[in-house]
T-cell receptor, first 111, second 111 residues
Framework: KAGVTQTPRYLIKTRGQQVTLSCSPISGHRSVSWYQQTPGQGLQFLFEYFSETQRNKGNFPGRFSGRQFSNSRSEMNVSTLELGDSALYLC??????????FGSGTRLTVV | SQQGEEDPQALSIQEGENATMNCSYKTSINNLQWYRQNSGRGLVHLILIRSNEREKHSGRLRVTLDTSKKSSSLLITASRAADTASYFCATSIQGAQKLVFGQGTRLTINP
């Protein structure tokens, strides 16, 4: 079966712009989580959605937001981009929060 | 902040040798998972051990969990060049719907 698909793979944006990243989970998986990975902070949890509801949110500013659609696909949005937002953004899907499958990630560079 | 700490941060061994990585965490957990990441790509789930388990095997992988010491170890036996990657432990806390990652161990297998 198809894995977790994240688009785009690479993205370059300018400070102050906004960006939307997309994640399509494995068919049948209703939980989608997002993580940010940077060299300095490592892997940090952003938020988790289940059946279109955000169940948990990490310690990130309000510029980071997300949503989940009825088909379980999820998007995350970052507004007013800062240089420090440059990172690998990873999406993970799971059936019920146990055993996560990660996508290949979107590498965002803010210049 | 990261809950887990991994030790060592980097490990370089010869092909065929065994590699051991350690992970410590701070709070009570539901389960602990190990992931592999190649060159900044997505995370690949290796093995999950529940809080009531002490040891688990999967192929050349052996994971132990000591909840009294809040620590886990991952042993890779008979290492291969293809095992070169970063390895992360991640803890799952009951009801939190998120993973908390350690900072990772960078493993290099020399031919």
């Amino acid at each position: 079966k198809a894995g977790v698909t994240q688009t785009p793979r690479y993205l370059i944006k300018t400070r102050g712009q906004q960006v939307t990243l997309s994640c399509s989970p494995i068919s049948g998986h209703r939980s989608v989580s997002w993580y940010q990975q940077t060299p300095g902070q490592g892997l940090q949890f952003l938020f988790e959605y289940f059946s279109e509801t955000q169940r948990n949110k990490g310690n990130f500013p309000g510029r980071f937001s997300g949503r989940q659609f009825s088909n379980s696909r999820s998007e995350m949005n970052v507004s007013t981009l800062e240089l420090g937002d440059s990172a690998l953004y990873l999406c993970a899907s799971s059936v019920a929060g146990i055993g996560y499958t990660f996508g290949s990630g979107t590498r965002l560079t803010v210049v | 902040s990261q809950q887990g700490e991994e030790d060592p941060q980097a490990l370089s061994i010869q092909e065929g040798e065994n590699a051991t990585m350690n992970c410590s965490y701070k709070t009570s957990i539901n389960n602990l998972q190990w992931y592999r990441q190649n060159s900044g790509r997505g995370l690949v789930h290796l093995i999950l051990i529940r809080s009531n388990e002490r040891e688990k095997h999967s192929g050349r992988l052996r994971v132990t969990l000591d909840t009294s010491k809040k620590s886990s170890s991952l042993l890779i036996t008979a290492s291969r060049a293809a095992d070169t990657a970063s390895y992360f432990c991640a803890t799952s806390i009951q009801g939190a719907q998120k993973l908390v990652f350690g900072q990772g161990t960078r493993l290099t297998i020399n031919p």
